[in-house]
T-cell receptor, first 114, second 113 residues
Framework: NAGVTQTPKFRVLKTGQSMTLLCAQD?????MYWYRQDPGMGLRLIHY???????AKGEVPDGYNVSRLKKQNFLLGLESAAPSQTSVYFC?????????????FGSGTRLTVV | QQQVKQSPQSLIVQKGGISIINCAYE??????FPWYQQFPGKGPALLIA?????SEKKEGRFTISFNKSAKQFSLHIMDSQPGDSATYFC????????????FGEGTQLTVNP
């Protein structure tokens, strides 16, 4: 049981390049989320999905796009990377009701844009 | 707009001491308040959570105290251990909003041996 798997773990991009971060979960969770973590700012929600084929904007969606074509996968895309997108990105998944289980987070992707 | 404010930013305690981290929220519609623990290079992991119908929840050495009227909640770590050294995040959520979590800024806890 792998939980939430994020790929890649590290990446360096040049300004203007594009990339896709992949998140996969094997817990049959309905909901999936992408957060970015920056020092002193906690985790901020980029986009989220409440089911296959649905996505919605979070707190800081600009410059990112997402897709959830399969229930177990949630992709985060950067079309034209900017230095302000240098961050650690976390994917998470959850049941519809958080109850006692909360989110299960991946181990993160450290992205540097130069 | 930071809907959940957390303090202190960093905290140093001695082994065996009590660590206290505080959070304040603005949105009275929040109905779920978890605390997450994060070790370097890892994703956050759920530590303990509370709903607003109770004022306190205890799990082992970890206790959440919740004050609905003041819109505040806190994490108490009793008998703090060096292994508790990590970053702690409070958060808040509404189940009607897709269970999105709004996180506090984080507290870096160091427990000295």
């Amino acid at each position: 049981n792998a939980g939430v798997t994020q790929t890649p773990k590290f990446r360096v991009l040049k300004t203007g390049q594009s990339m896709t971060l992949l998140c996969a979960q094997d817990m049959n969770h309905e909901y999936m989320y992408w957060y970015r973590q920056d020092p002193g700012m906690g985790l901020r929600l980029i986009h989220y999905s409440v089911g296959e084929g649905t996505t919605a904007k979070g707190e800081v969606p600009d410059g990112y796009n997402v897709s959830r074509l399969k229930k177990q996968n949630f992709l985060l895309g950067l079309e034209s990377a900017a230095p302000s997108q240098t961050s650690v990105y976390f994917c998470a998944s959850s049941y519809r009701t958080l109850s006692n289980y909360g989110y299960t987070f991946g181990s993160g992707t450290r992205l540097t844009v130069v | 707009q930071q809907q959940v404010k957390q303090s202190p930013q960093s905290l140093i305690v001695q082994k065996g001491g009590i660590s206290i981290i505080n959070c304040a929220y603005e949105n009275t519609a929040f109905d779920y308040f978890p605390w997450y623990q994060q070790f370097p290079g890892k994703g956050p992991a759920l530590l303990i959570a509370i709903r607003p119908d109770v004022s306190e929840k205890k799990e082992g050495r970890f206790t959440i105290s919740f004050n609905k009227s003041a819109k505040q909640f806190s994490l108490h770590i009793m008998d703090s251990q060096p292994g508790d050294s990590a970053t702690y995040f409070c958060a808040a959520s509404m189940e009607t909003s897709g269970s999105r979590l709004t996180f506090g800024e984080g507290t870096q806890l160091t427990v000295n041996p």
